[in-house]
């Protein structure tokens, strides 16, 4: 039992109690409250703090590591197991990161959620090379204002492909300079109208794009500062490529435009698509080709009939022909026979001497 003998020593009393609460209550706070310090390595990581660079190689994490230093500003996470990069995975902790570089290649990623990169404001360089992806979400590249460069060089499979023009929108991306597609078998190119992006490079090599379409033609024209590159691509050198090889003969807007190659028709198999001649991209002169074929095939059905419905009608008379010559022929074969008959047999022959 506490005794008081006075005010001063109850004063005292509670005032010691009130420290000693404070204390428990900031040791309570420092044990559960989450510890960022500039020290801490993330576990199977390697930090270089001078270079501001966090490796982390071959692991078998499938998430992204929580304990990322503040001090970090480019980050490499390569061969581990992370199939799904959910909503928020860079800020397990609530805070934002000053992350300009991020490499994500070779983790086996397959789906991407929306707003997965938030807590990156500042990212300039993000790599998604070399993964698997099935699903990217529309709002996936949500919350990274300041991106510059996106690489998903051989990582979209065709489940995301159809996906990939939504997610890449200007909304998410306003200001990106550099995207890389390459050896992804896209079919056509993803972004249907270059001019509402600040794009400077568009990396399209190693794709199956057969045909660049007048739409895109028309937006590469107005984005005179924008290069495309589309080596690697198996075109088809037909007159629908029209707009495309004119563009391609007129412009220095893709850097590697003496490697795109034809690869059908066969005639034209291997050759150089800006060294075909402009005729043979003229549609008008291949569609008059076509109808002077097709008038060529009239022409001839119309004398096959005229000629069948003069036989028809003169059927009498022919048949009339037909039987003279069967009996000159028959008098003809007689007389043959005839001489044949006195030639072999010798008394015949005696007699006629």
């Known amino acids: 039992m506490w005794i008081f003998h006075g005010?001063?020593?109850?004063?005292?009393?509670?005032?010691?109690?009130?420290?000693r609460f404070l204390c428990y209550a900031a040791v309570v706070c420092a044990l559960y409250a989450p510890v960022r310090t500039d020290d801490v390595c993330p576990s199977?990581?390697?930090?270089?703090?001078?270079?501001?660079?966090?490796?982390c190689r071959d692991g078998e994490d499938t998430e992204v590591p929580g304990d990322i230093p503040e001090w970090t500003s480019a980050l490499i996470l390569e061969g581990r197991n992370i199939s799904t990069l959910q909503?928020?995975?860079?800020?397990?902790?609530?805070?934002?990161?000053?992350?300009?570089?991020?490499?994500?290649?070779?983790?086996?990623?397959?789906?991407?959620?929306?707003?997965?990169?938030?807590?990156?404001?500042?990212?300039?360089?993000?790599?998604?090379?070399?993964?698997?992806?099935?699903?990217?979400?529309?709002?996936?590249?949500?919350?990274?204002?300041?991106?510059?460069?996106l690489y998903l060089n051989d990582s979209i499979l065709p489940a995301a492909a159809a996906q990939l023009s939504r997610a890449l929108s200007t909304q998410?991306?306003?200001?990106?300079?550099?995207?890389?597609?390459?050896?992804?078998?896209?079919?056509?190119?993803p972004?249907?109208?270059?001019?509402?992006?600040n794009l400077h490079a568009l990396v399209l090599v190693?794709?199956?794009?057969?045909?660049?379409?007048w739409e895109n033609v028309t937006s590469l024209y107005q984005q005179r500062r924008i290069r495309v590159y589309?080596?690697?691509?198996?075109?088809?050198?037909?007159?629908?490529?029209?707009?495309?090889?004119?563009?391609?003969?007129?412009?220095?807007?893709?850097?590697d435009a003496g490697r795109l190659l034809c690869s059908e028709p066969e005639a034209k198999r291997g050759i150089h698509?800006?060294?075909?001649?402009?005729e043979e991209m003229d549609c008008m002169n291949e569609n008059l080709e076509a109808v002077s074929y097709v008038f060529l095939g009239i022409v001839l059905a119309l004398i096959g009939v005229v000629f069948l419905m003069v036989l028809y009608l003169n059927r009498g008379g022919i048949k009339r022909w037909l039987n003279n010559i069967r009996e000159a022929c028959r008098d003809q074969m007689e007389v043959y026979h005839y001489r044949y008959e006195q030639d072999s047999d010798p008394r015949l022959a005696n007699v006629a001497v």
Not at 191 to 197: A, E, G, K, P, T
Not at 273 to 278: A, N, T
């Open 7 to 19: 005010a001063d020593d109850s004063k005292r009393i509670f005032s010691t109690w009130s420290q």
């Open 44 to 55: 199977s990581c390697i930090c270089a703090r001078d270079s501001g660079t966090v490796t």
């Open 87 to 149: 909503r928020g995975a860079f800020m397990a902790n609530g805070t934002e990161l000053d992350v300009t570089a991020l490499s994500l290649s070779h983790n086996g990623i397959q789906v991407i959620e929306p707003y997965a990169f938030l807590g990156l404001p500042r990212l300039h360089l993000l790599d998604l090379s070399h993964n698997r992806l099935e699903s990217i979400s529309a709002r996936a590249f949500h919350g990274l204002p300041e991106l510059r460069s």
């Open 172 to 189: 998410s991306l306003p200001n990106l300079h550099r995207l890389e597609l390459a050896g992804n078998r896209l079919k056509s190119m």
């Open 191 to 197: 972004l249907m109208r270059l001019d509402i992006y």
């Open 206 to 213: 190693n794709n199956s794009i057969e045909n660049i379409g």
């Open 230 to 255: 589309l080596s690697l691509n198996p075109f088809r050198c037909t007159c629908d490529l029209e707009a495309f090889y004119y563009w391609l003969k007129n412009s220095s807007q893709c850097p």
């Open 273 to 278: 698509v800006e060294k075909l001649r402009g």
